[in-house]
């Protein structure tokens, strides 16, 4: 079985400033990894992935992730925040022989004016 | 255009008497999920299927129920077994095999009292 910690429930950050949101996993076989947003009283919204290939990968909204094998690590970053970018982040995780997903507990973006 | 339709938004009932839930999706997906999601919780899943007239109980499937009889339809049902029903639930759909990421509905708020 796989499982996902996101080290970090809340994380606030001033407008213009980076961030990162830490994202670490656990399996014994390849995964598939993710990171959606969710905006309040809303369904989640694929960000970014990574399937396999190149370790760093862009997304929607400025975003971009870093895939470490050996640190089993999927953080997120964004050079520099935006308002509109208060939201709650989850990472996922989907094995590559298996159909479903596991999830963190989500991090609590929110950008400071 | 495509997605997961949920319905309705919000949901109000009383204690004792079951309610269903709907969704529904027409992208063709094989998989479908449901998820409940409580604050600081992150997501946990209720109920899954791979295929029509089949599905698999979550982590949390006791006080629920669900069907499968079209591929495009995954209604749940939240009994009056279930203990807390008050929370947040999305349904979710993904393509199987492969490293294919879920599609996420809007979700519906149910609150019993």
């Known amino acids: 079985a796989q499982s996902v910690t996101q080290l970090d429930s809340q994380v606030p950050v001033f407008e213009e400033a980076p961030v990162e949101l830490r994202c670490n996993y656990s399996?014994?076989?390849?995964?598939?990894l993710f990171w959606y947003v969710q905006y309040p009283n809303q369904g989640l919204q694929l960000l970014l992935k990574?399937?396999?290939?190149?370790?760093l990968v862009k997304g929607i909204n400025g975003f971009e992730a870093e895939f470490n094998k050996s640190q089993t690590s999927f953080h997120l970053r964004k050079p520099s925040v935006h308002i509109s970018d208060t939201a709650e982040y989850f990472c996922?995780?989907?094995?590559?022989?298996?159909?479903?997903?596991?999830f963190g507990t989500g991090t609590s973006l929110t950008v400071i004016p | 255009d495509g997605g997961i339709t949920q319905s309705p938004k919000y949901l109000f009932r009383k204690e004792g008497q079951n309610v269903t839930l709907s969704c529904e999706q027409n992208?063709?997906?094989?998989?479908m999920y449901w998820y409940r999601q409580d604050p600081g919780q992150g997501l946990r899943l209720i109920y899954y299927?791979?295929?029509?007239?089949?599905?698999q109980k979550g982590d949390i499937a006791e006080g629920y129920s669900v069907s499968r009889e079209k591929k495009e339809s995954f209604p749940l049902t939240v009994t009056s077994a279930q203990k807390n029903p008050t929370a947040f639930y999305l349904c979710?759909?993904?393509?199987?095999?492969?490293?294919?990421?879920?599609?996420f509905g809007p979700g519906t708020r149910l609150t019993v009292t």
């Open positions: 996922a995780v989907r094995s590559n022989t298996g159909n479903q997903f596991y």
């Open positions: 399996s014994s076989v390849s995964v598939y």
């Open positions: 979710a759909s993904s393509i199987l095999p492969g490293p294919y990421e879920q599609y």
């Open positions: 990574y399937l396999s290939g190149s370790t």
């Open positions: 299927s791979q295929i029509v007239n089949d599905f």
């Open positions: 992208l063709n997906h094989d998989a």
